[in-house]
């Protein structure tokens, strides 16, 4: 028994780094090992998540560098299977300016999002996209795109009532929607401050895809969302980028 640690780089890997991107273990002996190296430059997020009783590794990436220095936003994300003693990358999947990479299980269905902030072209409201674990190839495959709009945070939850069970996505946006009826706009000019309302999106798994369910307005700041389980009712709190309180 051992417990694994993942630690990944936000910008380049230099050599300067005291401890590098990698896989560490803590042994029986408490004793921190590093197992593994993970070169993999402008990491965003990782997760790991057990399937079908073996280990899995995602990590998102928010960009590349091409040889004139120019930023790629367009790059391929990393997948990992745990092999008794070390990861094996067993996909890549393209993603655009990802945030995050959620894993996620309905019933015996496993998915992973990425929270996908931006293309190439410039353009923040994109698709996030939705994969599905396909047992005959033992690859995710695209399942569902999702609009959003410079998204920020994706998030997973459930509650059971009665004999059911509903499942919801929350996305954090940080964009104005392209619908005038989705959003307004307020100028401060005496601060020269400009705030504008993002539609933090709840999308409900319907036949097997998600569809959407309602939608909270909230300001820029809103980093992400906590969903909270007190049966019978769910509450969703926003973690804000400035202040200390969190408001239902």
Not at 197 to 205: E, H, N, P, S
Not at 215 to 224: A, D, G, T
Request: glycine share 4%; proline share 3%; net charge positive.
């Amino acid at each position: 028994m051992f417990s694994v640690i993942v630690i990944i780089g936000e910008g380049e890997i230099s050599e300067k780094l005291v401890e590098k991107p990698g896989v560490y273990v803590f042994d029986l002996e408490e004793k921190l090992t590093k197992i593994q190296g993970l070169d993999i430059p402008y990491a965003s997020d990782v997760s790991l998540w057990v399937q079908n009783r073996n280990l899995f590794l995602g990590i998102s990436r928010k960009m590349s560098l091409t040889q004139d220095k120019k930023i790629n936003f367009e790059v391929y994300s990393p997948m990992y299977q745990w092999k008794g003693s070390h990861f094996d990358m067993v996909q890549k999947i393209k993603t655009y300016n990802a945030q995050k990479v959620l894993p996620f299980s309905i019933w015996d269905s496993h998915y992973l999002i990425y929270a996908d902030r931006r293309n190439n072209k410039g353009e923040s409201n994109i698709f996030s996209e939705l994969y599905k674990y396909d047992i005959h190839s033992g690859q995710y495959v695209l399942h569902q795109k999702i609009l959003t709009y410079g998204v920020k945070d994706v998030k997973h939850f459930c509650f059971f009532q009665r004999n059911m069970k509903e499942d919801f996505l929350i996305i954090t946006n940080s964009n104005n929607t392209e619908s005038k009826n989705f959003s307004f706009r307020v100028f401060i000019t005496s601060f020269f401050m400009r705030f504008f309302v993002a539609k933090t999106l709840i999308l409900k798994f319907v036949d097997d895809y998600f569809l959407p369910f309602q939608h909270i307005e909230n300001l820029e700041r809103v980093k992400e969302w906590l969903p909270v389980i007190v049966s019978p009712i769910s509450f969703v709190r926003n973690t804000h980028k400035e202040l200390n309180n969190k408001n239902i």
